[in-house]
Every structure is written in structure tokens, then in C-alpha cells.
């Protein structure tokens, strides 16, 4: 029970790693606030996950949005110990002079945006109460640039800065940020990178992604929730401004 009775925001908990994660936190005894902005989604998470989590539909590239968010989750649970920034949008491979400036915007409001939009609504409150953890899934690919995801390392890149940046900043307030690069994935978004018929795709899928990866497979989503279970949890007490890359070495 390493989280008993942590109060945790998990965006993008839906699907995917985020899903994942809030399973995991459960297990180990913390209340989730399931974010998606699907919110179907959000609610079957939470309904696997049992009574201690509760779907909140936002999405959080918006600020009025992310701000109800946080306070209704403040009027549930009393606090947040934690925020786990999962949610995410890929892209397909695309040559930069057809990267239209609502895609590349739609890529950094989601990618990178969040991030600042929990963090400016969570910190007061971690502030007040003197800790408080901020973990951010980024990706691999804001440290291995891989030519057409220019606008998608782009703004990984972005979210690793931004959380070494928050470490420092909030270090004197007791509020730990951290990140996880994930490699290629075995979540519905890994598709996405990629176009084309299923048979297609499937087959780039096994070319370009899993042979980048020097363990020889996809990385699970529940190999996202154990590193953040720990990043997460008191293990980690003297841990912050670290990106954990869970790649199966893909990032050497």
C-alpha cells in the first residue's frame, strides 16, 4: 500500500498507460481522479478501478476546464498529493512543410500546455500543505529525434525541460516533479503514428518499432505504472528533476 490514502489526479486515464496507472494506484491504496476528456472512458476506468477512483471528463488543454478539475477533486478528497500529466496526442509521420499550424498547436496544447495548466492549479494546494508530487509522461522522442514526428518531439522535448524546470522551482516547497520517457508502446496510441490499411500498419508496427527496441519488445503499459508507482510514492522521497526512460533501451 505504498500510496494509502493519497489523494492523485491522473490525466489522459482513459485509455493506455494512464489507464494502467490507475489501476496500479488503486492497488496500492490512493483515490484517483480519472481525467479524460472522453468521458466514457473515464468512467469505465473508474469503474474497473472500483470506488476509490471517480472519472472526472475534462480536457486539459483548456483552462477553465483543468481548473474545475482541480477543485472538484480538491471537494472530493480534501487535497492532491499528486498529479500524474499522462495525456497525450501522437502524430503520423509528416514532412514539416505539411504540418498544418493547427496540428502543430493541437500537439503542444495537449502535449505541453497541460503540463503548465495542472501544474498552475495544483501547486497552490501542494504549496499550502508543504509537499506534493508532480510526475509527467513524456516520450523517448524528446530525446531520439526521429525524422516526420517534428512536431511531436517537439513538445516532449518541451515537457522534459518544463518538468527539470518545476523541480528547481518548487524543490523549496517539498513538491518533487519527475518524468518518464516511454519507448513504442503497446497502447491504442502507437497506431497512430501511422497510416495506412490494418495489415500495413501492423507490419510498420513490428519494422519500425519493435526492432528499435534493443530488449525486442513493445513496452507494456504496466511498465509505465510500476516506474511511476515509485516515482509517485515515498521510495522516491529524495528523487526530483529525474526523466526515467523506460524504453527497453531504445534511447542508448
Not at 469503474?47 to 481548473?67: I, L, M, Q, T, Y
Not at 516533479?177 to 495489415?199: C, H, K, W, Y
Not at 513490428?206 to 505504472?225: M, W, Y
Request: proline share 4%; net charge neutral; glycine share 10%.
Amino acid at each position: 500500500m505504498l500510496l494509502k490514502d493519497k489523494a492523485v489526479i491522473v490525466t489522459g486515464g482513459g485509455s493506455g498507460m494512464g489507464k494502467a496507472i490507475c489501476r496500479r494506484f488503486v492497488r496500492e491504496g490512493a483515490r484517483v481522479a480519472v481525467v479524460d476528456w472522453n468521458g466514457e472512458a473515464a468512467r469505465e476506468t473508474a469503474e474497473a478501478c472500483g470506488s476509490d477512483a471517480w472519472a472526472v471528463p475534462a480536457n486539459v488543454a483548456v483552462d477553465a476546464e483543468v481548473k474545475v478539475m482541480v477543485e472538484r477533486t480538491v471537494q472530493r478528497f480534501g487535497t492532491v498529493d499528486a498529479v500524474v500529466n499522462c495525456a497525450g496526442v501522437p502524430m503520423t509521420f509528416t514532412p514539416v512543410e505539411e504540418v498544418s499550424e493547427e496540428l502543430w498547436q493541437r500537439i503542444m496544447d495537449v502535449n505541453v500546455k497541460s503540463i503548465y495548466l495542472t501544474s498552475r492549479y495544483v501547486v497552490p494546494v501542494m504549496k499550502q500543505r508543504g509537499s506534493g508530487v508532480i510526475l509527467n509522461i513524456c516520450s523517448i522522442a524528446g530525446i531520439r529525434a526521429r525524422p516526420g514526428l517534428n512536431a511531436y518531439c517537439a513538445s516532449k522535448g518541451a515537457a522534459i525541460m518544463l518538468t527539470k524546470a518545476l523541480a528547481i522551482e518548487l524543490a523549496p516547497y517539498k513538491i518533487r516533479v519527475n518524468g518518464i520517457n516511454p519507448g513504442p508502446a503497446e497502447t491504442p496510441m502507437l497506431r497512430q503514428f501511422m497510416s495506412g490499411d490494418a495489415e500495413k500498419i501492423s507490419r510498420d508496427t513490428q519494422e519500425i518499432f519493435v526492432s528499435s527496441v534493443p530488449l525486442g519488445s513493445l513496452i507494456q503499459p504496466d511498465d509505465i505504472a510500476h516506474a511511476a508507482l515509485y516515482l509517485c510514492s515515498d521510495l522516491s522521497r529524495m528523487v526530483t528533476g529525474e526523466i526515467v526512460n523506460v524504453d527497453g533501451g531504445r534511447g542508448i
